[in-house]
């Protein structure tokens, strides 16, 4: 009898040792899809810096840039709206991203106006209208998703500003909310960065500075990491 309840113990143990190996095999192989955005792209050249300066070619470099920094670590998947200066409407990015299903957006912008001596970095959110106002059981379960998905968002916005901050000190100008066509009617948790201002010269030589893309890059993914 004590023979037979040792080799059960051996069996039953053997079976929960293999269900968890094949739980963290699972999860080793289930890979976080992050989609980056690099705003605008071919004829739409978004704003003009000092020097004649494109948005879309500082913020396709700095997404090439994020992708390298995240593309060695197996959790993430990095899918780019566009890898090259070609022009993709807000239709073919939303397309992009139902097809895609990611589990976070990333839409990088560089900001102008408000003058040459205007500096610094914003960050913005798809607001969710009326969160907090559910009509049926329906509705209830789509609210709970779009303030989940907020709150998401604004834990990202925070780790995103204090890895910034470093790069960029005291000229976070804030978090606010922002329409964002390409993922009207999604839920998915996102975020766009302006990150510094083309018409600012001397951001505009930072922002053009392959070393300072490089360390936006890493501030952008070391907050991509942490927020997983």
Do not use: C, W
């Not at 899809?33 to 494109?54: F, L, Q, R, S, Y």
């Not at 990088?108 to 970095?121: C, D, E, I, K």
């Not at 780790?159 to 100008?173: C, T, Y």
């Not at 053009?208 to 927020?227: H, P, V, W």
Request: proline letters at 4%; hydrophobic letters at 40%; charged letters at 25%.
């Amino acid at each position: 009898m004590l023979n037979l309840r040792r080799e059960f113990s051996i069996v039953l143990v053997s079976l929960v040792m293999f269900f968890i190996m094949g739980v963290v095999a699972h999860a080793q192989t289930v890979r976080q899809i992050v989609m980056i955005d690099p705003a605008h792209g071919g004829t739409d050249t978004g704003v003009i810096g000092v020097d004649k300066v494109a948005e879309k070619d500082l913020t396709l470099a700095i997404a090439l840039a994020v992708k390298k920094e995240l593309s060695g670590d197996p959790r993430f998947e990095i899918v780019l709206t566009r890898e090259a200066d070609k022009t993709i409407s807000l239709e073919e990015r939303r397309n992009l991203v139902l097809k895609t299903k990611p589990a976070l957006f990333l839409s990088l912008h560089v900001n102008a106006g408000f003058g040459r001596n205007a500096s610094g970095f914003e960050l913005y959110y798809p607001g969710f209208k009326n969160v907090d106002l559910p009509q049926s059981p329906a509705k209830q379960g789509v609210t709970d998703l779009k303030t989940r998905h907020l709150n998401e968002t604004v834990k990202l916005a925070r780790l995103v500003r204090q890895n910034l901050d470093i790069l960029f000190p005291r000229k976070g100008r804030g978090l606010r909310e922002a329409d964002v066509p390409q993922l009207e009617g999604l839920n998915t948790p996102a975020l766009i960065v302006e990150i510094g201002f083309a018409t600012n010269p001397d951001e505009k030589r930072k922002l053009t500075n392959g070393k300072t893309q490089t360390e936006i890059a890493r501030a952008l993914a070391r907050s991509i990491k942490t927020y997983f």
